[in-house]
């Protein structure tokens, strides 16, 4: 373990949840000054931190712990019924990977998919700025994965590749491929890339159980939740 002891953190000022209306959000942060080394990065996420642009951050809210961290172990997942018919949906795709670009075809996937799935959130609407200041960072250990249908752009996984597992970081694809599930099939796909280079588990952000957005993630089993510095498994 690195020597967490000795970084230094700030928390913001109450800010309106953007999952939870009812509630007050204070955020957590790395010390910006603090250069992204991957191996802090890793210890961190063991205890529920996450990567957005070059900040390090977990909720850290005074009055509520809806936030729980999950992970998929790569070893132990066995894909549900309704998950192998996904796979077998998209097999037809092809997956390369690529260093963090911005290009026109990725931010015209990006614009299209915000503006159709997330027209209700806090990145509506994208421009090219945003874009770059939350997924193009110059980063060795980020990758954009790419699927494709027979050349064409349809999903990028935004990824970062960490000693200890996969964290995904976002995800964007074309909302007219809606029976594909791309969203889902990109997280299948990408524990199946955890167990192929032989890292643990594939870490998934926060669950909320009162947010509806949220719920896909506990359909992948066995997931693992942080809960009270734990992570506990549920089959």
């Known amino acids: 373990m690195t020597e967490l002891a000795r970084l230094k953190f700030y928390a913001t000022q109450p800010h309106a949840c953007s999952y939870l209306p009812e509630e007050q959000a204070t955020t957590l942060f790395l010390d910006p000054s603090q250069p992204m ?26 009055h509520c712990n809806a936030c729980v961290p ?8 066995e894909p549900s019924r309704q998950q192998k018919r996904i796979l077998k949906r998209n097999a037809d795709l092809t997956v390369s990977m690529a260093p963090p670009a911005f290009t026109e075809e990725y931010f015209g996937l990006y614009q299209r ?23 193009v960072r110059d980063l ?21 590749l960490l000693p200890n597992g996969l964290s995904a970081v ?7 491929h ?12 990408q524990i199946g890339e955890t167990l192929r280079v032989g890292l643990g588990a ?34």
């Open 37 to 62: 080394d991957v191996s802090v990065y890793a210890d961190l996420s063991e205890m529920g931190f996450r990567r957005s642009g070059d900040h390090l951050y977990r909720p850290h809210c005074q």
């Open 70 to 77: 999950a992970r998929i172990p790569a070893v132990g997942f």
């Open 113 to 135: 998919y915000i503006e159709q799935r997330h027209a209700d959130g806090d990145m509506f609407p994208p421009s090219r700025e945003q874009f770059s200041t939350f997924l």
């Open 140 to 160: 060795a250990f980020s990758r954009f994965y790419e699927f494709r249908l027979d050349g064409t752009l349809i999903a990028v996984a935004v990824t970062d």
């Open 170 to 176: 976002y995800t964007f694809y074309e909302p007219t």
């Open 178 to 189: 809606e029976r594909r599930s791309l969203g889902r099939f990109a997280i299948l796909w």
């Open 202 to 235: 594939l870490y998934l952000g926060y669950w909320i159980k009162n947010c509806k957005k949220m719920n896909y993630k506990t359909q992948y089993r066995p997931i693992e939740l942080l809960i009270n510095q734990r992570w506990v498994t549920l089959n």
